[in-house]
């Protein structure tokens, strides 16, 4: 069986929530799991090796009980995204933290994850990561993955600048294996579009920022259901590396978001002579914010982008 055949075969929608700071949470990971979707969380929303432990074993102690309440229910593996960059000083406790927990999923960004690909595989998980362009999917499948996630134009945070259209095409004339496709994806159509370009996964994250669950304050939430397309911003600013923004939260920092200064390229973070920090105080979101209006719970949206998808399938047989 495949890999891709394998993880849908656990799942309800082909949708693996993306891990965003501060925002992912164990309470949103396990309602996305259970409802038939990938949960993931960054490694350092948990403020500590040892918070990240306890919360890899309150998701799995919570998966476990659901599989035992439902036994025929479809239940989604949860993913760990971890940063390969030298300003995570703790990547290695946490990566053995995912080791002895034999977390299903590694997602990883930034750079090849030779050595973390190698300490997966070695207890059964499999390894996804982040890219923006035909040179980082060659490095990362050079290092072993199992799996590419597109990060196009238009994706919340950390994005790349290129077209899906033409990113995902061209990773697939050398790829066959599992790919996800992020930017800009809010509801069910924009997964069976992702579906229908060649890729097997949709990567959501802006659309479960507006969810009861996520941990995210509310005025963020709210701006986010307020917003369009028009309100995000582009900029390598507050990271050093390229991202979206909203605008409004930039403007409510004090700052214009329409003339930055130049980026910091040598740190993920601001410097310490900056008030405002990237993901807490700058808030990062998607192009497709216009395409949200509430703000329900995990379960109910899965729910709603089921149906929208099944009618968008629907539609196309009938066309």
């Known amino acids: 069986m495949s890999l891709v055949s394998k ?7 082909p949708v693996i929530g993306a891990p965003m700071f501060i925002v992912g949470v164990p309470a949103l990971v396990i309602e996305q ?26 998701i799995q102690s919570a998966l476990d009980a659901h599989r035992k309440a439902q036994p025929g229910a479809r239940i989604a593996p949860y993913a760990v995204n971890q940063i390969i960059h030298h300003s995570n000083d703790r990547l290695d406790r946490d990566l053995d933290a995912c080791v002895r927990h034999r977390v299903p999923m ?13 300490k997966v595989h070695e207890y059964g998980g499999v390894v ?17 993955v199992d799996g590419l996630i597109l990060v ?21 004339r050398f790829f066959s294996g599992p790919i996800a496709l992020s930017g ?37 939430k709210q701006m986010i259901v307020a917003g369009q397309a028009a309100d995000v911003v582009y900029t390598p600013f507050f990271t050093g590396v390229h991202g979206n923004y909203l605008k409004p939260s930039i403007s409510r ?23 405002t920090k990237a993901w807490k105080d700058i808030w990062g979101v998607g192009q497709g914010i216009g395409n949200i209006d509430d703000v329900p719970p995990v379960r109910e949206l899965i729910a709603r982008l089921r149906a929208e998808y099944s009618a968008a399938r629907s539609r196309l047989l009938v066309s």
């Open 7 to 13: 993880l849908k075969g656990q799942m309800t929608l």
């Open 33 to 58: 799991c259970i409802n038939g979707v990938i949960g993931s969380f960054p490694a350092l929303n948990a403020r500590s090796a040892e918070v990240l432990d306890s919360w890899l074993a309150q």
């Open 106 to 118: 590694i997602i990883t960004s930034l750079r090849a994850p030779d050595d973390v690909v190698k």
């Open 128 to 144: 996804f990561h982040d890219v923006i362009s035909i040179r980082h999917a060659q490095k990362a499948l050079e290092a072993g």
């Open 152 to 172: 196009c134009a238009g994706a919340g945070g950390h994005a790349g600048a290129l077209s899906p259209f033409a990113l995902l095409r061209e990773v697939r």
């Open 184 to 220: 800009s994806i809010t509801d069910g159509a924009g997964i069976l579009a992702a579906e229908a370009m060649g890729a097997d996964f949709a990567y959501m994250g802006t659309r479960f920022i507006a969810t009861q669950e996520a941990n995210a304050v509310d005025e963020y």
């Open 253 to 275: 920092a004090g700052l214009d978001p329409d003339n930055l200064g130049p980026a910091d390229k040598t740190s993920m973070n601001f410097g310490s002579d900056r008030p």
